[in-house]
Structures are given as structure tokens and as C-alpha cells.
């Protein structure tokens, strides 16, 4: 067989996701240039033994939105193509045990109103009208998504490949991939059994083979596979029944709380359970020639689950199992697959790490194929983002993280969840001294990160809720110390780096859409904008001589943020990039007493008039050499301090000798998170995101139209010019007792749609609770009411002003 020896893309993996991925890329026009390997036949990976489930529930707002696209798309292939998906919209039932749970699908259907998806709560009784099979005791509720249901992930491969063929894409099965490399002119060489492809983008689609193929580039793929059984069972005589009176076939049946799924299969069922202790598998790649392959069946491990459901579906008990099926399917850490760029090398695509790729197929196709061609996604990929993780994510840290990750689908996610495996593992010389003080620890990038801390006396321990945790209490204390006195906070897991060289200067000036700081010392709040104007990066740029500037971000975003930066540097050597992330801690002391200690370590001029606010110096403090930068995220007098890694304990221990008369204790994330919120401060991921403009996120005092160009400076003015369809606002919410806004809430008028909550949660100095969000332009202005529904209920919200708390911003200038 002769193979094209030349592609505009090539697309490796044959299944359900790599063939949408060659379908979409067919649908933007690139069908003549789009090529798709197949080591075998199509669906002989992991789709062919998937189950087909098309679950819309997802706690993420990306993900959220990728589901449903697959899902709207998969009811109009059929029409589309001519060939049969199977597609069986038989709804889908969740239940719920307890009421944690049913705070769980609250928080859910706020979130799934802004993406416009379709949620019914039901009573115990409706759910037996509706599932009369369904033992309803021990229930409390639970909901029903009408548009959801399941497909046959075969038919719907064959149906996707063709409509790609259809528009010219060509597939090529039987046919190895042995090698990827870089060409002479930028362009990718995929070598195969049949010959060489010569591409400009490469799209690794490969499932349980992710790792063996990011190999070939040099890259370390975070996904392994983890073992998952279904069993299927022989006919039931009532479902036979039912379907002889012509009676519709029940809604696939989820327990959450007992881990397992359930649905019609042939007269029969099929049971998915989720269970705790299933194996990591593949770990080193599977064999090159495997296909179609199962692992022995281990129904000990599934004991509890079959129990479980016999007693909530007692005609399962009643029927023979007809084959239990043990597959591979592909895993990340979070459970959320990677679609989207690979770091480190261009145009090297990544749809890996699927858990539930039938579902997630379509959409993930859809957004790659815009990525690629248009130059963007068009909805916020970060829940997705291949770039969410590090080079912490070893093999090691894989097969712990993804076997927790898979035992975990069925958990009640919590939005302050922190889960245990392969931690602690990146962690601040200081860790042992903040544990020591009663710091509960979550992580971020692999980090660990105190998160609030424990009074004396109280277990530290995190307690998780949907609601105000035990944590409030001390959360509010940790606000108070900082407001009156001073308060520590490690801040060691920001992403760090330098930019330096004859064209530094010149480069960030049209990376990002402010202005550089002047002078040497000066810092700014600077913002990356994409092609099309919206916020992908923000950074605070720190100018450390004429051609050399540091730069600090999210420690979350370090990969994505310097991937983002280094992919942009001009190729002449003008320009290095120097990672310092981890060989830099960072210690912030913040509150109106700040300047009295670092008086008392340091012999540096802390007042107004020689450190002024976003400024920063080198400076000694307890004999250690510290960049003071006067800035902070939570509204109060304060400097971030950041020195060489070796030092940390010696200067936490200098500031908390000196501090103690001064009331100095360490304060956490949640405490920080309170505060920036009455200051209106924005995140990336929630008040930040590519979704919307930077002047949609009213950023305007930090945009500098004036400056000359910049990344994105065009779209930007093309979308202020046709009008902004969003507007950031800042939210008073009233009437509440005990649960705060979590973000993604829906923000309604008269029972109309006109927004949706970002962010929020209690602000302890304006004694109020907060929420920050995105409304129509119409219902921005000040005073405008509106309702915002918090687990099930309504509440009356009021847009108010920037910074709630010091709208003059007295106490960060001025405080003396």
C-alpha cells in the first residue's frame, strides 16, 4: 500500500477520538490534508469494549461544554452521514443518599443552566414512576438529565470516518506509526511501516499508547490506563416484557454512593461498577501488536458493588451474568482528559488521558480542529489544558494519582476536595515549620500549600462541604490577624522566571497588553492576551535592569504560562528565558504592621517615600538576600519576598522571632482567596479566560491602547468595536445563612438567564457575602438586582463597586 507523502495534518489513532478529530479538521476545510493512521482497524483500541454512556453531568465548566457539543452532535450524525450510531436517548437518572450529595447536583445544575443543559430534580416517588425497578428506600432524591443516554461506540467511529471521508480526509488502517521527528524545515517526519509522511501538525490520538508515542517526541504523556470491568447480563422477563408492551427503555441508572452504573443491554443489564483498588495497567505501553484485548475478569473486587446493586435493583439479582468485560481505559491524575497543545514543541497536538471518551470524543474534536485551524479554541480549554500538569507527573506519581482518579468518579467532588495519593511531594523548605503551626495542605502543580490553619486545640483536618466548612471560623480569624496585625503566607509555588537579553524589552512589550514598568524596580500587572483578545496569561513584571525583567504567575499555570511565553520568543538568541521556579521560595507578609517587622529584620527603608507600592529592592533581611516586591493579593500593607530557595528557613525564622510582639501567624489560601475577593481581584480560570475579552473583564487600566501593538491588540479593538456581549461586575449577595456562591452559579432576572458567577465566598472585613461574575452589559451597572441560585436556592444579589473592602486602596499605599 502507497501512503501520501505529504499532509497538512496527521492524525494518529483510529478510534472513536482520533477519527473525530479528522472529522472536524474535514468539516473546516482541511479534508484534502488530513490524513489518519491506524496501527490496526478502527476501534480496536479501547472503544470498541466501551460501554458507550453519554454522561453530561461534569463538574467542570469546560468539560461541561465539550459534552454537550458530543452529545448534540451525535443526534444529527446519523441524518448527516447516512450510517446508524446507535444512539439511544434514553435519559439518565442520578440518585442520591444523602443530602452532601444532593448539595453536589445543586451546585451541578447551576452550572449546567449556563451552558444551557437540560437538569429535572426528583422526589424519591417520582424516581420509582420513573424507574419502577428502582428501590427507592434510602433515597433522598437525585436527578434526571432527559437528553442523555448511551450509543454504540463502533457505529458511531464508522459514522464520524465517513463524513471525514466524505470530505476527502483519507484513512489509513493497517498502518504503523515507528517514528516522529523534526524535519529540516520545521515540518514533522511521521515515519510508518508503509512509509513517510512529511506534516505540518501532528495530533496524537493514541489511548492506551500515550506515553509510547509522546516518547517518540521526547515527551513525557501524563496518562496511563487503569483497568475497568462491566459486567453484562443475560435477559430479565419484565425489561423483555416491557419492551413487548412497547414500553420506552429505562434511563441509565446511577448510584453514586454505591459507585456504579446501570443500563438496558439486549433485555438484560449492564453494571459498570467503580471501585477502589483497580490496577494501573499498561504502565510501560501495551504490546505494539495488541488489539482487541481484555484482561481476566476479578468479580472479588466488584463484590461490594453487585451488592449494592441488587439491593437498590432487585431484578438484577434474578439474571445470569453473560460476560464480564475487563478493559483498559486511558487516565490523567484529575480524571479529566488532555486536548490541546503539547508543551516544548510546536504544533504537536494531544486528545489523550480519555476516561470517557465516547462522550468526550465529539467535542474534543471540535475544539482541536479550531485550534489548528483558526488559531484558537472557542470556549475555555483550561479544565482540559494539557499544560495543567508538570514534570512532577512522573510514571510513578501516575499510577498512584490515576488509580485514585478512577476510584474517585463516583465521590462526591467537593469544591475544597484535596485528595491524599502521592502526597506530599513538592514541598517548601518551610512545610515542616507550617505543619508544626496546624496547616492543612492542598496542592497545586504537585505543590503542597497551607490552606487555612488549625487553632489550638482543633484537629487539622480538612472537613469538605458545599456549604460554610468548620474551616470558616478559622478562616475569619486568619482574616482578622492579617487586617490588624501581620500575617505570613508561603506563596513558594508561584511560577517564577527571567526574561533577559538585547530584545527582552522589546519581546514582552508585544506579549503582553500594558505597558513595562520604566524604571529599574518598577512592577506591573501585565496581561498575555490570545489572537483573539482574550486573557491566556497574567503576569506581575518586575523590571530588574535595562534588559532584564522577572516575572511571576500562578503556580497552577507554570507550564501553560512559559509554554505560552517560550513558543513566542524570537529565534535569533535576542532573548533568554530562565526557569527559576523552583530554586526561588517566596514568603509574603502582609497587614498593617508589615513595615514595623521588616524594619525590625532588615536595615532597608521600608517607608512610603523610599519603597512605594509596585516597587521592588534588593534588600537583606535576617542576613538573607531578598527581592522585596510591595505587592500583594489581598488588599493590605505588604511586601512578597522572594530569595534563593536555601535560605527560606532562615529568614521564616528571623520574621517570626522578630514578628512574635506583633501578633505575626501564618494565614492560608482560603484566607487569601476571602480577601482577594473584596478587593475584586481577578483569577485566571474564573474571572480571566480566553471566553472573554480583556475589556469584557474590565481590565481597561491595565490595557495600553496607546502603546503600539501587542498580541491580540487587533481582535481586541474588532470585538470592543461590534460590542461587548459580557461584563465583569462585583455581587453583594443577601439573605444568606450558611452557603456562600461557589462560582459557575447561574445569575438570573426574572427568571431569565443574564449571567453566571465566577467566583465568590464570604468576605470577613465588609462582613458580607461576596460573589464576582459575568453579566449581559445591560445589567452591569451599579445598583442592578438580580437573583443567583446557590445549591437549589434563590438569593437577591446587588451589582456594588470595585473592592468592596478599601475601594481607595488606603491601606496598600499608604498604611503607615
Known amino acids: 500500500m502507497k501512503i501520501k507523502s505529504q499532509a497538512k495534518v496527521v492524525v494518529i489513532g483510529g478510534g472513536v477520538v482520533g477519527v473525530s478529530a479528522l472529522y472536524h479538521l474535514a468539516k473546516k476545510g482541511w479534508g484534502e490534508q488530513a490524513v489518519l493512521l491506524e496501527k490496526a482497524e478502527l476501534t480496536s483500541g479501547s472503544t470498541w469494549h466501551a460501554a458507550g454512556l453519554l454522561p453530561l453531568f461534569n463538574m467542570s465548566y469546560s468539560v461541561g461544554q465539550i459534552h454537550k457539543y458530543s452529545v448534540n452532535l451525535y443526534q444529527q450524525l446519523e441524518a448527516e452521514t447516512g450510517q446508524h450510531v446507535g444512539f439511544s436517548q434514553v435519559g439518565n437518572l442520578r440518585l442520591a443518599m444523602n443530602d452532601d450529595r444532593m448539595d453536589e447536583y445543586y451546585q451541578y445544575a447551576a452550572t449546567a443552566r449556563t451552558i444551557g443543559i437540560n437538569v429535572e430534580f426528583l422526589t424519591p416517588a417520582e424516581i420509582h414512576r420513573l424507574w419502577p425497578l428502582c428501590n427507592p428506600e434510602g433515597l433522598v432524591g437525585g436527578i434526571y438529565h432527559p437528553d442523555d443516554g448511551y450509543i454504540q461506540p463502533a457505529d458511531l467511529t464508522q459514522a464520524l470516518a465517513k463524513g471525514a471521508r466524505a470530505k476527502n480526509a483519507t484513512i489509513y488502517r493497517n498502518t504503523s506509526v515507528v517514528a516522529i521527528e523534526r524535519g529540516f524545515s520545521d515540518n514533522w517526519i511521521v515515519t510508518t511501516d508503509q512509509g513517510d509522511i512529511s506534516c505540518e501538525h501532528v495530533i496524537s490520538a493514541t489511548g492506551n499508547y500515550a506515553r509510547q508515542t509522546g516518547a517518540m517526541v521526547g515527551l513525557d504523556i501524563p496518562v496511563i490506563p487503569v483497568q475497568h470491568q462491566y459486567i453484562v ?71 461490594p458493588h453487585i451488592e449494592s446493586a441488587m439491593a437498590r435493583v432487585p431484578a438484577f439479582a434474578e439474571v445470569g451474568i453473560k460476560q464480564v468485560y475487563n478493559g483498559a481505559i486511558a487516565y490523567t491524575p484529575d480524571g479529566n482528559p488532555i486536548v490541546g497543545p503539547a508543551w516544548d514543541r510546536e504544533n504537536y497536538w494531544l486528545s489523550e488521558g480519555h476516561s470517557f471518551g465516547i462522550t468526550a470524543a465529539g467535542g474534543a474534536g471540535w475544539q482541536l480542529a479550531e485550534w489548528i485551524v483558526e488559531g484558537e479554541p472557542t470556549i475555555d480549554m483550561l479544565g482540559v489544558e494539557p499544560r495543567r500538569f508538570g514534570d512532577y507527573a512522573n510514571k510513578d506519581y501516575l499510577i498512584e494519582k490515576n488509580e485514585e482518579a478512577y476510584a474517585s468518579v463516583f465521590v462526591i467532588h467537593y469544591p475544597d476536595e484535596e485528595r491524599p495519593a502521592a502526597r506530599p511531594l513538592r514541598t517548601a523548605p518551610c512545610y515542616d515549620r507550617l505543619k508544626s503551626m496546624g496547616a492543612v495542605f492542598g496542592q497545586k502543580f504537585g505543590w503542597e500549600r497551607a490552606n487555612w490553619f488549625a487553632a489550638d486545640g482543633e484537629a487539622a483536618e480538612d472537613h469538605w462541604s458545599f456549604k460554610r466548612s468548620r474551616w470558616f471560623d478559622a478562616i475569619k480569624q486568619e482574616v482578622h490577624n492579617v487586617t490588624h496585625n501581620v500575617g505570613l503566607l508561603d506563596m513558594t509555588a508561584f511560577a517564577k522566571c527571567r526574561i533577559s537579553g538585547p530584545g527582552a524589552e522589546a519581546f514582552l ?308
Not at 447561574?746 to 465566598?761: C, E, F, I, K, Y
Open 233 to 303: 447480563t443475560e435477559p430479565h422477563p419484565e425489561l423483555q416484557a416491557r419492551h413487548s408492551r412497547g414500553q420506552s427503555e429505562l434511563a441509565v441508572l446511577r448510584e453514586s454512593d454505591g459507585s456504579w452504573y446501570l443500563r438496558e443491554e439486549n433485555g438484560g443489564f449492564i453494571l459498570g461498577p467503580y471501585e477502589k483498588g483497580a490496577p494501573a495497567c499498561y504502565v510501560d505501553g501495551p504490546d505494539p501488536r495488541a488489539e482487541y484485548e481484555l484482561f481476566q475478569e476479578d468479580l472479588d473486587r466488584l463484590a
Open 509 to 816: 512589550d508585544y506579549f503582553v497588553a500594558n505597558r513595562l514598568p520604566r524604571k529599574k524596580g518598577g512592577i506591573g500587572l501585565c496581561h498575555a492576551l490570545n489572537s483573539r483578545g482574550g486573557v491566556h496569561s497574567e503576569f506581575t513584571i518586575m523590571r530588574e535592569a535595562s534588559n532584564s525583567f522577572y516575572l511571576v504567575s500562578a503556580g497552577a499555570m507554570q507550564r501553560l504560562d512559559h509554554d505560552y511565553l517560550c513558543k513566542r520568543l524570537p529565534t535569533d538568541g535576542s532573548v533568554q528565558f530562565t526557569q527559576l521556579t523552583s530554586s526561588t521560595g517566596v514568603l509574603v507578609v502582609s497587614g498593617p504592621k508589615a513595615r514595623t517587622l521588616m524594619q525590625r529584620v532588615s536595615s532597608a527603608d521600608f517607608s512610603n517615600s523610599q519603597f512605594r507600592w509596585l516597587t521592588g529592592q534588593q534588600i537583606l533581611a535576617g542576613g538573607v538576600p531578598v527581592n522585596a516586591l510591595r505587592v500583594n493579593f489581598v488588599g493590605e500593607l505588604g511586601w512578597e519576598l522572594h530569595h534563593s530557595i536555601e535560605y527560606q528557613n532562615t529568614l521564616f525564622d528571623a520574621l517570626f522571632e522578630a514578628g512574635a510582639d506583633l501578633g505575626l501567624k501564618p494565614f492560608g489560601i482560603r484566607a487569601m482567596d476571602s480577601m482577594r475577593l473584596e478587593k475584586s481581584y481577578r483569577m485566571i480560570g474564573t474571572e480571566l479566560s480566553i471566553e472573554y475579552s480583556a475589556f469584557e473583564s474590565v481590565l481597561d487600566r491595565f490595557i495600553n491602547l496607546d502603546k503600539g501593538d501587542f498580541l491580540g491588540r487587533q481582535a481586541l479593538l474588532e470585538r470592543q468595536s461590534a460590542g461587548l456581549k459580557s461584563q465583569l461586575v462585583t455581587l453583594a449577595v443577601k439573605d444568606v445563612v450558611d452557603a456562600d456562591a461557589l462560582g459557575n452559579n447561574a445569575l438570573t432576572r426574572q427568571g431569565q438567564l443574564v449571567g453566571r458567577a465566577t467566583s465568590g465566598g464570604f468576605g470577613f472585613r465588609v462582613n458580607q457575602s461576596l460573589a464576582m461574575g459575568m453579566v449581559e452589559p445591560a445589567y452591569a451597572q451599579l445598583g442592578t438586582e438580580m437573583t443567583i441560585e446557590i445549591l437549589g436556592k434563590l438569593y437577591p444579589a446587588v451589582v456594588v463597586g470595585e473592592s468592596p473592602y478599601d475601594p481607595e486602596n488606603l491601606r496598600l499605599r499608604h498604611s503607615e
